[in-house]
């Protein structure tokens, strides 16, 4: 099962979030609550992990950065089926997402390619795996919500997925 390594939402807008995601069920449509993952964004998804190690330095990498502040300012779609919500666009985060596959990219093998330095493209899942007919409704829907969201990413951790499993989280800044 894949690993990916994830910038959590701060409670209050991890609520938000979860908030679009009910309104989501609520309609039949299966959303990112079904998971089992906490609001999100991720820096990486690799096919295997050197679980140990990257665990050790991810505890490390998380006491040396603050927590980050975000703002999910827009509902966007991936041709993929995904739909979510983006956040503004921040030099520091595409810094730290370099950064952090300079540090980590040894610990793992078989990089989604998406995730790649260069082709990230930071983003808050609400829905996936949609049906061509599903994206209006989801877009509505996600659409009706109050944006901009500002937040916080204060947690990082490794989730093994599907099912999701959390493997370990750090709060950031934590000495």
Known sequence: MPFAIELALDPAAGAAVRRIWRELEDAGITSMARSGAHPHISLGIWNALDLPACQAELAAFAREIEPI?????????????????????????????????????HLG??????????????????????????????????????????????????????PVTQRCAFALGVR
């Open 69 to 105: 502040p975000v703002t999910l300012a827009s509902v966007r779609t991936f041709s993929t089926g995904a739909v979510f919500l983006a956040p503004e666009a921040d030099p520091g985060l595409a810094a730290l997402h370099a950064g952090f596959h300079r540090r980590f990219a």
């Open 109 to 162: 093998a078989g990089l989604w390619e998406y995730y790649a330095p260069g082709l990230w493209v930071p983003h808050c899942t609400l829905a996936m795996d949609l049906t061509e007919d599903l994206v209006p409704t989801v877009l509505e829907i996600a659409r009706r919500a109050p944006l901009p969201l500002g937040g916080r990413l204060d947690r990082i951790g490794i989730v093994e997925f599907r």
